[in-house]
């Protein structure tokens, strides 16, 4: 069932859980990730990344009637969303292609800039029924990973002037997440989150959120996170899946192993994003009683601090 960003977040709101996204730049990911989903009868974002189209991974326009056919078919909620738009005529290309949903990203503009064109994207998007999420601060990086652009943490009297000016739907945040693999574990700016989230009235969005600790999900999802961007640790599930595989195998045999793979990873994170108090919680993500209690107690610290 195709459903824009703004219906699915309001599911998020009323759980008080995380929707997981994903970019799924060929069939393969996008079957790993929606079978993920509606196994687990979750709703889930399905993602083209701009940058994906730079990199010659996909193009835009051959993929998008593949991921509407897929999100319509399925069984559960789906929003397909296009990912770090960065320029206002791939946005404008992806309305009219039929995407639920976009991100503009003026992040690198100037304030001014970002303001200005978030708006116009807003407006636009509004004809569409489509939802429009879009960034003040910086997370670095797009989705290709490695070097290249400063993070810059989300302040939150910016955010809140950003979100209520522009009247996105949902709001990414730069607090301590990044793109691409961590070379170091991701130390996140709580106190920060808190206070975003205490001023924004919108959902907020992790990006990089792959690779983030199950009780730094837990705390962030507490603070107001409603939509986790994954991308890097499923494809590398694929492909070390498929490093595995002996020689002489057939192409098709190759997809299916990276399939398998990357719905396993899919789910468990969609299983995380769940919280704790979802029964299939466990079976998802691997994680014992013991284990589990340990996180609740140590996030019902942050929380209470
Ligand atoms: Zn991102």
């Not at 703004?6 to 995380?18: D, F, G, S, V, Y």
């Amino acid at each position: 069932m195709l459903v824009n960003l703004k219906e699915i977040l309001k599911i998020a709101q009323a759980r008080k859980c995380a929707i997981g996204s994903f970019n799924t730049p060929n069939l393969a990911s996008m079957k790993a990730v929606i079978s993920a989903a509606e196994e687990q009868n979750m709703p889930v974002i399905i993602m083209h990344a701009q940058i994906h189209e730079e990199m010659g991974v996909c193009k835009m326009d051959e993929i998008a009637p593949v991921m509407l056919l897929l999100a319509d078919k399925a069984s559960v909620p789906v929003c397909v969303h296009l990912d770090h738009g960065t320029d206002m005529s791939y946005v404008k290309k992806a309305l009219d292609l039929g995407f639920t949903s976009v991100m503009f990203d003026g992040s690198e503009l100037e304030k001014e800039m970002n303001y200005a064109n978030t708006s116009i994207i807003v407006s636009l998007a509004k004809k569409f029924g489509a939802s429009v999420e879009a960034e003040i601060g910086s997370m670095g990086a797009r989705e290709g990973g490695g070097a290249g652009g400063e993070s810059v943490y989300t302040d939150p009297d910016d955010a809140k002037d950003f979100a209520e000016k522009t009247g996105i739907d949902a709001l990414a945040c730069a607090f301590g997440t990044a793109h691409g693999i961590y070379l170091k574990e991701p130390k996140l700016d709580f106190p920060r989150l808190k206070e975003i989230g205490e001023k924004v009235s919108v959902p907020l969005v992790m990006h990089g959120g792959s690779g983030v600790n199950p009780a730094d999900y837990m705390k962030s999802i507490e603070l107001g996170i409603r939509k986790i961007n994954c991308y890097t640790y499923m494809a590398k599930a694929g492909g070390a899946a498929v490093a595995e595989l002996k020689k002489d195998m057939l192409y098709h045999d190759i997809e299916l192993e990276a399939m398998r793979a990357m719905k396993e990873d899919a789910a468990r994170s969609i299983g995380f994003f769940k919280m704790p108090q979802s029964p299939e919680y466990a079976q998802y993500t691997g994680i014992d009683k013991g284990e589990m209690e340990t996180i609740v107690k140590k996030v019902i610290e942050i929380i209470n601090k």
